[in-house]
């Protein structure tokens, strides 16, 4: 069973920055695409980004391109999420999750197994 825990978030300035951290304990990431997701309080949960096993394809909502960048280094088993310029819109819960075949980039959540319990992120003045 793959466990992952979600790192990173908090309350930050629009403008401002975070970096969220996607780690796996007694499992290897490195098998798996992994995905970023988030809710907000009353929406549905949205993909925001993906990365494939390998770190060579990723894949953003339209949402957040030019702003977030989603690396892996599988050395350290751990999937990031850099998030620049926030708005408050970004706000939510972020959860990363995992399941695709290992070069799969896509952004449906029902093709993910395995999920986080989330890391709240607050975009507020």
């Known amino acids: 069973q793959l466990q992952l825990v979600e790192s990173g978030g908090g309350l930050v300035q629009p403008g401002g920055s975070l970096r969220l951290s996607c780690a796996a304990s007694e499992s290897s990431l490195e098998y798996y695409a992994i995905g970023w997701f988030r809710q907000a309080p009353g929406k549905e949960r949205e993909g925001v980004s993906c990365i494939s096993a390998s770190g060579g394809s990723t894949n953003y909502a339209d949402s957040v391109k030019g702003r977030f960048t989603i690396s892996r280094d599988n050395a350290k088993n751990t999937v990031y999420l850099q998030m620049n310029s926030l708005k408050p819109e970004d706000d939510g819960v972020y959860y990363c999750?995992?399941?695709?075949?290992?070069?799969?980039?896509?952004?449906?959540?029902?093709?993910?197994?395995?999920w986080g319990q989330g890391t709240q992120v607050t975009v507020s003045s």
């Open positions: 999750a995992a399941g695709l075949p290992l070069e799969a980039v896509r952004l449906d959540l029902w093709e993910y197994d395995y």
